[in-house]
Nanobody
């Protein structure tokens, strides 16, 4: 079992920045951020592989969001710049040992955080 603790959400004006953190209780093969807006499907935002550091980004956030990791702390960070109102959502940290693709499939992640709200005002 893995526990995930998220932090860093909040409210910001369009064009602003936030940094989210997710600390896992132990090693996992990969960690990702998903987000879900009211009435919409949960979507994968960004992925990082713990060992290699390789990443993947949703097209909607590429160039604006950056994921990084600190493997000594089993922690990942999501730096979000140039935020847009359409980025408003509950952001969930996900982790797992399942190597299957596509990485955007939520069912491939066994562990989930409680979520942290990100609100971007226009």
């Amino acid at each position: 079992q893995v526990q995930l603790v998220e932090s860093g959400g909040g409210s910001v004006q369009a064009g602003g920045s936030l940094r989210l953190s997710c600390a896992a209780s132990r090693y996992t093969y990969r960690m990702a951020w998903f987000r879900q807006a009211p009435g919409k499907e949960r979507e994968g935002v960004v992925l990082i592989y713990t060992d290699s550091g390789n990443t993947a980004y949703a097209d909607s956030v590429k160039g604006r969001f950056t994921i990084s990791r600190d493997n000594t702390k089993n922690t990942v960070y999501l730096q979000m710049n140039s935020l847009k109102p359409e980025d408003t959502a509950m952001y969930y940290c996900a982790a797992g040992m399942d190597p299957r693709s596509p990485w955007t499939r939520a069912s491939f992640y066994a562990y989930w955080g409680q979520g942290t709200q990100v609100t971007v005002a226009s």
